[in-house]
């Protein structure tokens, strides 16, 4: 597969959200296994280099884990397009509704 861009926008989302936890992605994968989620350390890279897909079950784990503004960052960074090249909306009309939805 040869693809320029990362699969996804959440990778580098989840290694800052790690990062500034002070956590390491053994240990990340140590919590995430506690809850339910299993990830190895070898993936969990692979997601933070966007190289692989992540479901929506491991997402909520990220964010239980990593904290609510993961998931605010996430968002955000939807909302403005993903760096304009992961992501590009082509529903104008879905893309002004997003802008009006906002997480609490």
Not at 19 to 33: G, I, P, R, Y
Not at 48 to 74: M, P, S
């Amino acid at each position: 597969m040869s693809n320029h861009y990362p699969m996804n926008i959440c990778g580098n989302l989840i290694k800052h959200a790690r990062n500034a936890a002070n956590m390491t992605q053994e240990q990340l994968a140590a919590k995430l296994q506690l809850d339910g989620i299993m990830l190895s350390r070898v993936q969990i890279s692979k997601i933070e280099k966007g190289y692989r897909y992540i479901t929506d079950q491991e997402l909520a784990g990220f964010v239980r884990i990593l904290g609510k503004n993961l998931l605010q960052e996430f968002w955000n960074e939807i909302n403005k397009g993903g760096d304009g090249q992961i992501y590009r909306s082509r529903d104008k009309k879905a893309s002004s509704v997003a802008e009006n939805d906002k997480f609490e």
